[in-house]
C-alpha cells in the first residue's frame, strides 16, 4: 500500500502551461484506497481541468499502474489518443508515474504527493521505485525518481562521476539516472524542462509518516496483525 | 583577497591545490602550499577527496592563510547536511576565508569508509544558493544573520562530459545559484576544450582549465579509463611512453605547458593539480610563459 494524496490544482495547472491536451490516468489500486485515483477523483480531475481550459482526450482507471504489462496492455486501445495529447496526468504514486513514463515515450504529470508510510512499503515488480518524499517532482525528471533512481540523490542535475553513462557507484549494474533523464527529455525534444527547472532543495521532514495518517487503517491494520499473535 | 576581483582586473588566473594528510602531520602539505606560493593566486584545499577521510579542509585553509597563502576552501555535500553547511561557511568567513568551492562531493563508496552513511543533502547547486543567501544576510531558512559572509564562491565542471549538455544546464543553475568562477575538470584535449568554451563563454562567468601533470603512460591510460569526463589522448600517451623514465618530467612538464599556452587563448584561468609534483608546478609556469 502506497498513501497519495493530490497535489493543489494550481500546481498541477502549473506543470501543463503551454499545453493544450491531456490523457488522464487513475489507479483503481492504492490510489483508490487513498481517493486520488479511482474513478471518481478522475472524473473530478478531468472536469476540474477541463474547466480551466484544458482538453482531457480521454481518461482511463487501471487496476495497478504500477504493473507495466498490465498499463501496456489496457491502455493499447487507447494508444492513437495518447499519442495524440501533449501530455498524461497520472493520478497515484511516484511508481505508477514512473511506470506510466516507462511505457509512453510522453511527457507526464504526477498529480499526486506520495507519503511517507514510515517503511510500510507495497509491492511492486517493476525498477521503478518511489522515496515517498510527499513532493513529487517527477513533472521535472522525465518521469524517472533521482531520489530512488541517483546513488547521490541528486535533485538539480548530474554529478561529474559518471562514465559512459554509467554510475560511479556501480558501474556495472547501474545506470547515471540523470543520463537517462536527459536521454528521455532529449528524444522527447523537452529539454528545456530541466534549463527551466526551479532550484530544488527537499524537505526531508516531509519523508517521515504524518501525524495524521498514523490513526488510519493502514496503520491500524498493522497494530492488529502485531496483537493478533498466536497465543 | 577574493578571485573573481582578479579576473575583474583582467588577468588569467593561475590556481593549484594541495591536499590534508591523512592524520595531524601538515608538514607536507605546508611544504607543497609553500613550493606553489609565490607562482599561484590562490591554492585549494580538498575536502576529503574521493571520500577518503582525512584532516579537515577548514583547519587546512585556515592554516595556510596564516601563511599568507590565499586557500579556496573546498566544501562537499558528501558528510554534512544543510546545518553543517551553513555553520563551517559561517566559521571559514570567521576564520578570514573569502574563496569557497561549492562541490557534490564522491560517493561515499569510492573511499576508505564505504560502509558510511552518505548526506548530500544539499548538492552544488542548492550549497551555492545557500552560500549566497548567507552572503546576504539571511540562513537558508529565511532567517537574520548577527553579521554575515561576503564570499567569493566558485563551482567546477566537467568540458569532458559525454554529453555535454547536462553539464552545461547544470552550470547555468550554478551560476543562477551564486557561482562567481569555475574550475574544470582536468583537460589534456585544447581543441576540445575550445569548443566547450564556445558554449560557456556566453554565460559570462570565468572559467579556469583543470591541468593535470601527466606522471606515465600508465597513468593516461588509467585515467582515461576510470576517470569519468577525462580523456588523454593517444598522441600524448604515445609521447610519455616514448620517453625514458628519467626524462619524463621534462615531458610532462613540456606538455602541460603547452596545453597552457593553448587554452590560455580561450578561458580565463587554469587549475593546476599537480597530484604530488607540486615542487614542477614553477617549471610548467615559467614554460607556459604564464
Partial sequence: MLVTKRKPIEELMGFVSGENSVFVLGCDGCAAASGTGGEPEIRELAGQLEERGLTVAGWKVVDFLCQKALVRSVLIPHAETIDGVDSIIVSTCGIGVQAVATVFDKAVHPACDTISLGGMRGEWSGEERCAECGQCFLDVTAGICPLTACAKQLVNGPCGGAKDGACEVEPESRRCAWDVIYERLERQGRLDVLRRSPLQIKDYARMQPPAELRGTRTWAIDIRETEDVVQ | ?290
Avoid: Y
Fill in chain 2, 1 to 290: 583577497m577574493k578571485l573573481t576581483d582578479l579576473f575583474a582586473d583582467g588577468r588569467f588566473v593561475i590556481t593549484s591545490e594541495v591536499a590534508p594528510p591523512k592524520g595531524t602531520d601538515v608538514g607536507e602539505m605546508i611544504e607543497n602550499a609553500e613550493a606553489l606560493k609565490t607562482r599561484v593566486s590562490a591554492i585549494n584545499i580538498t575536502d576529503q577527496q574521493s571520500s577518503v577521510m582525512r584532516l579537515g579542509s577548514l583547519a587546512a585553509s585556515r592554516m595556510l592563510k596564516s601563511r599568507g597563502i590565499e586557500p579556496i576552501f573546498q566544501l562537499t555535500c558528501r558528510d554534512r547536511n544543510r546545518i553543517a553547511l551553513q555553520s563551517d561557511l559561517l566559521s571559514a568567513w570567521s576564520l578570514g576565508i573569502e574563496n569557497v568551492l561549492c562541490l557534490t562531493g564522491d560517493h561515499v563508496s569510492l573511499g576508505d569508509f564505504p560502509e558510511a552513511k552518505p548526506v548530500f543533502d544539499l548538492d552544488s547547486v542548492s550549497l551555492l544558493a545557500t552560500a549566497t543567501h548567507l552572503n546576504e544576510g539571511k540562513d537558508l531558512g529565511g532567517n537574520e544573520l548577527e553579521g554575515h559572509p561576503d564570499f567569493c564562491l566558485g563551482a567546477v565542471v566537467t568540458p569532458g562530459a559525454d554529453p555535454v549538455e547536462p553539464q552545461l544546464i547544470k552550470m547555468e543553475k550554478k551560476i543562477v545559484a551564486g557561482a562567481g568562477f569555475f574550475q574544470t575538470q582536468a583537460v589534456f584535449d585544447a581543441e576540445a576544450f575550445a569548443h566547450f568554451m564556445e558554449r560557456a563563454r556566453p554565460l559570462g562567468v570565468p572559467v579556469m582549465a583543470g591541468i593535470i601533470l601527466l606522471k606515465s603512460p600508465g597513468m593516461a591510460r588509467f585515467m582515461n579509463a576510470n576517470v569519468a569526463g577525462v580523456h588523454v589522448p593517444d598522441a600524448l600517451i604515445d609521447k610519455m611512453a616514448a620517453t625514458s623514465k628519467e626524462d619524463r618530467p621534462a615531458t610532462s612538464i613540456a606538455i602541460a605547458a603547452r596545453l597552457i599556452r593553448e587554452v590560455k587563448e580561450v578561458c580565463q584561468g587554469v587549475h593546476i593539480m599537480p597530484l604530488g609534483w607540486e615542487a614542477r608546478v614553477p617549471a610548467v609556469l615559467e614554460a607556459a610563459g604564464v
